[in-house]
């Protein structure tokens, strides 16, 4: 088999793959809405730039203090004068950054270990195994929040990357048994059979295979990412300078804000919820169609 | 209605809904079968005979559906039936072998439970009575009473195609519809299953319809038999008229294709494959394979035509030209 | 019985290995994060009583041999593996002079409380509903719980939380939104402290339950459809089986040997409590108790809660994988 043909294999499954999203309802729902928060969260600076020139919408005093909600300032500000609106802008984008990019990272981590512990087996595996195991027990997060708390400044990276690295154990057992289940199947061994080495057979043969669980992963990773991060922020442990969704919630539950303006709580529910929804349904959607039979659900 | 009919189909049919339109896997089928006979349903993989007789068992599953036709048992149209009606009918006069019979019991039950749920629930039996009916019935398939206790992972494949089989004839159905009960079977569990099959026969009375791939299977059991191509009955014979003078040229090639150990011969397969039920052919739908076909069998299908006494074929080649 | 024997063996091996290895991971891990409580401890009670700097020296001392952390990291570790052993968790530093598993278990039980109350009702209400509108396959019932699942089952619950503060606390001053219990009420056992938990307890309960029941009947939802296209379930309708035992004893048998095993095991991770819904709520059970253990580096408390943790779950899998087979008469002991 020629190298030529096994790049036209992944060509062709991955046309298969957008064929599918086309079809299926809950993933275009799903993708448009998580697309559109995107690209909203994206050219927020953009747009931010227009409504408050250079001042950052958390500046102190970026507009008065307490303003009613006008054309200019939208939700208003809070006590601290900060405008709300673009305080809600910015975040969304700050915090489908930290989801995504922990969510890529942890799902590299996951692919990688699944894979090797998956693929080789013996006491590679047995040991992975039991590091991966361990680590679901012990929960990680504890550390993040130490972290957190005790370091004045955290990049959006270094958290993306902390939370990215304490969410890897769960996709990396799903993804190491589905290598386990693939390894012994017969195209694998007719792979070998035509001297394809190892990383070949990896890349051409079980990745696109696992590609579903590895979606799927990733997605959950990712909203796992967000959950932690906005939850943690939302109680004050978190890095204090990043503008994310978890800090605009905690700011606009403050009893002030909730006695005076208590709607504003309601436009930040509704993102995030948004947010968390349409992964869902991505997740969904892919779930439905790598597992045809669950499409028999009448309605949806 | 003949005397001595216990199930009349006619013109059924049971069709899929797909994307691409309706899958017409059994197209106006009609035939009868006679009182305590074995009736084959003989045909490839896909033409249709397993959809046929889910619908004469008004078990089709979505997407399928019955787009028409009368299914008469004992006189009465079952597709005429509410559920609950049906429901009493099954089991008590007509039961259901299914296809695969690996997998047909419930892996958290044990096996004594599932025999005696369907007594249960269908007469006023006491728990231990249906137990001794089950007992019954499993000693009459040779199976040892420890059966019962056991879970379905624990049986051989044999086995558990025995119960299954103890367990329709639990109630004494009058008729058995059975769908490839021996195809996943090895060579000795076979003979013990067609043996018990005909005993039904013999001892009981019982009228049984089999459908199988595997000519060799009808061959040996059958009284009368049905031959399925493409979603339509074309041939209906006895076993001695089918076997020693097949009418229609499917038959004659499913008969070619049976190896045997008295005669050498040559086997023939069928040239060209199984049509789609998308997109039946026009006309004769044997047409683009047969080796006899002609100008009309390209226009018009045929109908099933009683050529020789109970013997009837769907063919150009018979009767009127 | 060899094989099981040897099973049993290896798997509580593992059992034993694992738990050690999430012990001194807890252990190593706090511990080298930079930082000293004991200073800051003791430089808070410098600042209001003591200002000689001989005493304070020997109190860091002292407080050094109470906490167990004199001596290089090694010796504190020993010393901390065998002060586990006897159940001893340590001297508290947040609820000083009290022990670390003193504080733990005066907060088990409203954790416990809440959340496994929380989790048990979800649990049952998700399933039920999930079998049975799956069963009935046109229920209308079904979609729409159905489409609601998949919105509210993985919108966080601190949302819902906050909405329903919101609506219910701020908007309609129904519902209080802190606290366990009545403060001006003491606890004991009596009607008003009783009526008075549920009251406080409704808003944090809800906010769990109404995620938590969507995910039991989304997840039981698609097992019960996939179950419903196996052949087995064919054969039963065919033998004409009543519906209700078709039902209960093909189709709810199926699904309740995964479904109960997921519900073993999220109890098992509750132990270690909600940090977030507690502290919303101010609701003293583990998670409010370990947020404030967290703020001071309270090392004791922190590690005991963990490790806490880390037994429950590792106790609870194995529980569930040694009584798994029993109940499941596919499985057999292998490894």
Redesign the interface.
């Known amino acids: 088999m020629s190298r030529v043909r096994n790049s036209s294999k992944i060509v062709v499954s991955l046309k298969r793959v957008i064929g599918i999203l086309g079809k299926n309802n809950k993933l275009k729902i799903g993708s448009s809405i998580f697309l559109a928060l995107l690209v909203i969260g994206y050219i927020s600076p953009y747009i931010n730039r227009l409504r408050l020139g250079d001042k950052r919408p958390d500046a102190l005093a970026v507009g008065r203090r307490w303003e009613q909600p006008s054309v200019k300032f939208p939700l208003g500000t809070d006590d601290y004068g900060r405008d709300i609106f673009g305080m809600l802008l910015i975040g969304t984008m700050y915090s489908l950054s930290i989801g995504l990019l922990a969510g890529a990272i942890a799902t590299l981590i996951a692919v990688t270990i699944g894979f090797i512990s998956g693929y080789k087996g013996g006491i590679t595996d047995h040991v992975l195994r039991t590091f991966t195991d361990t680590l679901m027990v012990v929960p990680l997060w504890p550390i993040y929040m130490v972290i957190a708390t005790y370091t004045r400044k955290l990049p959006l990276e270094t958290v993306a990357i902390l939370l990215g690295i304490f969410s890897w154990p769960g996709a990396a057992r799903v993804i190491r048994a589905q290598v386990l289940s693939l390894r012994e199947r017969a195209f694998v061994k007719l792979a070998k059979l035509n001297m394809l080495n190892d990383l070949e057979i990896v890349f051409t043969e079980l990745l696109p295979n696992v590609a579903p669980y590895i979606a799927i992963g990733f997605i959950n990773s990712a909203m796992g990412a967000i959950f932690a991060e906005t939850g943690l922020r939302l109680i004050g442990i978190g890095p204090p300078l990043l503008p994310t969704l978890g800090y605009l919630l905690s700011i606009t539950i403050g009893v002030g804000m909730l006695s005076v303006r208590p709607y504003v709580v309601a436009a930040v529910v509704a993102v995030l919820s948004l947010i968390f929804v349409s992964l869902n349904l991505i997740n969904i959607g892919l779930e439905e169609e790598f597992n045809p039979r669950l499409k028999k659900v009448t309605g949806l | 209605m003949e005397k001595g009919t216990i199930l009349e189909v006619k013109n059924l049919k049971v069709y899929y809904k797909t994307i691409a339109g309706d899958a017409k896997v059994v197209d106006d089928v009609t035939f009868s079968v006679y009182h305590g006979e074995i009736f084959g349903i003989a045909g490839e993989s896909g033409c249709g005979k397993s959809t046929l007789v889910e619908g004469v068992y008004r078990i089709v599953k979505p997407p399928g559906y019955i787009a028409g036709g009368e299914v008469l048992f004992e006189g009465v149209d079952l597709l005429k039936l509410s559920e609950e009606e049906m429901r009493d009918i099954r089991w008590k006069k007509m039961a259901y072998i299914p296809q695969g019979a690996m997998s047909s019991l419930n892996p958290v039950l044990r096996v004594e439970e599932q025999m005696i749920d369907a007594i249960l629930d269908h007469s006023n039996i006491s728990k231990e009575e249906a137990l001794e009916i089950a007992k019954k019935s499993l000693s009459e398939l040779g199976l040892p009473e420890v059966v019962l206790r056991m879970y379905p992972h624990e049986l051989s494949g044999g086995m558990k195609q025995r119960v299954i089989i103890a367990t329709a004839y639990a109630l004494r159905p009058d008729l058995i519809i059975a769908d490839e009960p021996v195809t996943a079977l090895d060579v000795v569990s076979t003979r013990e299953v067609l043996q018990t099959l005909r005993e039904l026969r013999d001892k009981y009375g019982a009228t049984v319809m089999l459908v199988a791939h595997d000519m060799a299977v009808h061959a040996e059991i059958d009284d009368r038999l049905a031959v399925m191509y493409a979603g339509k009955v074309i041939e209906i014979g006895s076993v001695t008229d089918i076997f020693y003078d097949p009418l229609h040229p499917y038959t004659k090639g499913l008969i070619d294709s049976i190896p045997s150990i008295a005669k050498k011969k040559l086997i023939r397969g069928i040239p060209g494959i199984a049509p789609s039920p998308l997109n039946w052919p026009s006309g004769c739908r044997f047409h683009p394979r047969c080796p006899y076909a002609r100008d009309i069998c390209k226009a018009e299908e045929p109908e099933l035509k009683e050529v020789k006494p109970d013997h009837l074929v769907a063919c150009h080649l018979y009767g009127g030209d | 019985m060899k094989p099981l024997q040897k099973y049993l063996l290896k798997r509580v091996a593992?059992y034993i290995?694992?738990l050690y290895?999430?012990v001194t991971?807890?252990f190593f891990?706090?511990r080298l994060?930079?930082?000293n409580p004991i200073e800051a401890f003791i430089g808070q009670i410098m600042a209001t009583q003591f200002t000689q700097a001989e005493l304070a020296r020997k109190l860091v001392e002292q407080y050094k041999a109470e906490f167990g952390l004199e001596g290089d990291l090694f010796t504190q570790y020993v010393n901390y593996m065998r002060q586990l052993l006897r159940g001893n968790f340590g001297v508290s530093l947040y609820g000083f002079p009290r022990s670390a598993q003193e504080l733990i278990f005066q907060s088990l039980p409203w954790t416990i409380g809440l959340l496994g109350l929380s989790a048990v009702i979800s649990w049952f209400f998700g399933v039920v509903l999930g079998a049975l509108t799956?069963w009935k396959?046109?229920?209308?019932v079904?979609?729409?719980l159905?489409?609601l699942a998949?919105?509210f089952?993985?919108?966080?619950y601190?949302?819902i939380a906050?909405?329903l503060?919101?609506v219910f606390s701020?908007?309609l001053g129904w519902l209080p939104a802190t606290g366990a219990y009545d403060p001006s009420l003491s606890p004991g056992l009596n009607i008003q402290f009783i009526l008075s938990v549920i009251k406080y307890g409704l808003l944090p309960a809800l906010s769990l339950v109404l995620t938590q029941a969507f995910g039991w009947f989304l997840s039981t939802?698609?097992l019960t459809?996939?179950l419903?296209?196996?052949?087995?379930l064919?054969?039963?309708?065919?033998?004409?089986?009543?519906q209700s035992?078709l039902f209960r004893?093909?189709v709810f048998?199926?699904i309740l040997?995964p479904q109960t095993t997921g519900l073993g095991i999220s109890l098992g991770f509750m132990i270690?409590g909600q940090?977030?819904l507690e502290?919303?709520f101010a609701y003293p059970g583990m998670g409010y108790l370990?947020?404030r253990a967290?703020?001071m580096?309270d090392y004791n408390l922190?590690s005991g809660i963990?490790i806490l943790?880390?037994f429950v779950?590792?106790t609870a899998n194995l529980i569930l994988d040694l009584v798994y087979p029993l109940i499941?008469?596919?499985v057999k002991y292998h490894e």
Request: net charge positive; aromatic share 10%.
């Open positions: 593992a290995v694992t290895g999430a991971a807890v891990l706090f994060i930079p930082g799956a396959r046109e229920s209308k079904g979609a729409v159905a489409g998949i919105v089952s993985q919108i966080p601190y949302i906050v909405t503060v919101l701020y908007m939802r698609y459809i996939s419903l296209g196996e052949d087995f064919v054969y039963a309708e065919a033998k004409g089986i009543k035992r004893r093909y048998r199926n040997l270690g940090i977030v502290t919303i370990f947020s967290l703020g580096l922190i963990l943790q880390s779950v590792l499941d008469p596919r």
